[in-house]
Nanobody, 126 residues
Framework: QVALVESGGGLVQAGGSLRLSCAAS????????MGWFRQAPGKERDFVAA????????YYADSVKGRFTISRDNAKNTVDLQMNSLKPEDTAVYYC???????????????????WGLGTQVTVSS
């Protein structure tokens, strides 16, 4: 079992930055792909970014490409999401996920992950 806890959310003005962190306990994250997803009120939980278990490859939703950066530290059992140039449409609850995803398709899909955190709220004001 893996327990994931997100932190770093908050309220920020448009154009600002936030750094989300996800800490794991119970098992090393080194064997899992890690992803960030987000869910706005009344919408589906959507893919944001993913990183392979080795950190050798990263993937991003088109809407955040060039603004967000995912990284991981397997020694510390953490994965971060640096979010720059934030927009009001980035407002959502952000979830960290861990799982056996390996292909480009599964890394961007909720089905590729079997452990989820409870989420952290990000609100971007205009």
């Amino acid at each position: 079992q893996v327990a994931l806890v997100e932190s770093g959310g908050g309220l920020v003005q448009a154009g600002g930055s936030l750094r989300l962190s996800c800490a794991a306990s119970g098992r090393t994250l080194a064997i899992y792909a890690m992803g960030w997803f987000r869910q706005a009120p009344g919408k589906e939980r959507d893919f944001v970014a993913a990183i392979t278990w080795s950190g050798g490859a990263t993937y991003y939703a088109d809407s955040v490409k060039g603004r967000f950066t995912i990284s991981r530290d397997n020694a510390k059992n953490t994965v971060d999401l640096q979010m720059n140039s934030l927009k009001p449409e980035d407002t959502a609850v952000y979830y960290c996920a861990a799982g056996p995803a390996s292909s480009r398709y599964t890394l961007a899909s909720r089905s590729g992950y079997n452990y989820w955190g409870l989420g952290t709220q990000v609100t971007v004001s205009s």
